[in-house]
């Protein structure tokens, strides 16, 4: 008896991977720096105490999704939640995207969007950003006129790149296909601009949020859609069933009322990440401007040995040189004031080095 044959396009693909190495300064994967409130754990810690845990949880999530629907000023149903953003961005292709359905991604760009396409069995189409990260429109609503795709993921601010393209990119979009548009804003908190405005009121734009970037919950895996009831309806078909765990929603609402603290948080790194970029063109490192809480940036000589001398330097940040047209770049998370501090001595020591 021969052994089960996985899916060819399975076999062939790489997993997705962020290595972890115990060093003192990690600042390889986009997370806070800061830990949640005290008053959240403390009213986490006994809310859990009164959970039902031989009942399912609420299926519809119905009063996180009514928190959430306050924060943001829509309707509840207008929301859908699951187990991460990546949990989403998986339902939304589940129900749109699939075999025989044509995604398009922006590349650079954030490599679970190809992934998980790719592993629903979409025929992925990835369009290259120009040099600068950057995007012509023009030329984007004739590529995307030629493919007819099905759904496009947009990245706003856009990782690894960190910058934000223009708000018309959604009515290029819109203009030249009929796809559903999918606007990836794990990092909207520390930019300029959002699309859930638009989201609510059309059929053809959703949005797509966490709890783990600004919300310092990275470890919870929560995240969340909001686009127009028709669209919701059908994620909630596409999901499996009890799929969010009750503690998870509770947390979800606790987390809502520390709204001021988040935002406390927001303006610390993104203050933080001013400072550190300004630092790094003094080096005459170049930078990719960022609009997120992390900062791409070329050391301008090799990057693996940039980055194996951070390493040394008790330094984990991203390596993104083997990435899609990232060769000779890397990705720094913004940390502490104090964990910058020593990344950027130990930048200064690498570009030091012969």
Not at 79 to 86: K, L
Not at 118 to 142: C, K, Q, T, Y
Not at 276 to 287: C, R, T
């Amino acid at each position: 008896m021969g052994v089960p044959e996985v899916r060819p396009e399975i076999a062939a693909m790489p997993g997705y991977h962020s290595p972890q190495v115990d060093v003192p300064v990690r600042l390889n994967t986009n997370e806070s720096p800061f830990a949640p409130p005290e008053g959240f754990i403390s009213e986490f810690a006994e809310a859990v105490q009164s959970i039902a845990w031989n009942r399912y949880p609420d299926r519809s999530a119905s009063a996180l999704r009514n928190g959430l629907g306050r924060h943001h000023n829509v309707d509840a149903d207008n929301i859908f939640v699951a187990n991460g953003s990546n949990e989403v961005l998986q339902t939304v292709l589940l129900a749109f995207a699939g075999p025989g359905r044509r995604v398009v991604v922006f590349e650079p760009g954030y490599q679970m969007h190809v992934q998980i396409a790719r592993i629903l069995g979409s025929e992925v189409m990835a369009l290259e950003r120009n040099s600068d990260f950057g995007l012509d429109v023009h030329r984007v609503g004739e590529m995307l006129t030629a493919i007819d795709p099905h759904v496009v993921l947009v990245s706003s601010p856009n990782n690894p790149t960190g910058q934000c393209d223009e708000e018309s990119l959604l009515d290029v979009i819109l203009e030249s296909t009929d796809a559903l548009v999918v606007v990836d804003e794990a990092y909207a908190e520390f930019s300029t601009w959002s699309a859930i405005e638009r989201a609510v009121t059309s059929d053809r734009i959703v949005v797509s949020r966490t709890f783990s970037k600004t919300w310092s919950l990275a470890a919870l895996r929560l995240g969340y859609l909001i686009g127009s009831p028709s669209v919701i309806e059908n994620l909630w078909t596409a999901v499996l069933p009890y799929h969010l765990d009750t503690s998870k929603q509770i947390a979800g609402e606790i987390a809502l009322k520390f709204t001021d603290e988040m935002n406390t948080r927001v303006a610390q790194i993104v203050s933080e990440r001013d400072r550190v970029q300004q630092a790094l063109i003094s080096m005459g490192v170049n930078v990719s401007p960022s609009s997120a809480n992390f900062i791409l940036f070329s050391p301008n000589r090799d990057a693996d040995d940039v980055w194996a001398s951070l390493l040394e330097s008790g330094v984990l940040v991203r390596n993104c040189s083997s990435w899609p047209l990232l060769k000779g770049w890397l990705r720094l998370t913004i940390g502490t004031e104090e964990e910058n501090n020593v990344f950027l001595q130990g930048l200064e020591s690498a570009l030091e080095q012969e």
